[in-house]
């Protein structure tokens, strides 16, 4: 038998960073607030909860592909994991834009 290593949990969530309330995603699994974009450290293998670290996942990185964003890297602020996930639709461009602004401030 083959371990399910993909736990698909789609469910709203209120953000322990911002306190905003994130409805269940339309068409992709949630995995961070639609706001601040941080998630918690909670998973070793997505959707598994098996993770003890419960450190913040912070945005602090973009990867951009053929002129848009295709992945958003997090890093753990307790543990340094780094992981990397796909931005959802309704992700806050706002915040997006912020921080991109302030990751390319930070390289010059
Ligand atoms: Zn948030
Ligand atoms: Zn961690």
């Known amino acids: 038998m083959q371990q399910k290593k993909f736990t698909v949990i789609n469910e709203g969530f209120i953000c322990d960073i911002c306190q905003h309330q994130n409805p269940p995603a339309t068409k ?40 848009s964003l295709s992945k958003i890297v997090f890093t753990c602020d307790r543990c340094g994991t780094v992981r990397k996930n796909k931005p959802a639709d309704d992700d806050n461009k706002e915040t997006i834009f912020i921080l991109m602004q302030k990751l390319s401030g930070s390289l010059n």
């Open 28 to 67: 992709t699994c949630r995995n961070h607030c639609q706001q601040c974009l941080c998630s918690k450290h909670v998973d070793i293998n997505p959707g598994d909860r098996a993770e003890k670290c419960h450190g913040i996942l912070r945005p602090s990185n973009f990867i951009i592909k053929g002129g």
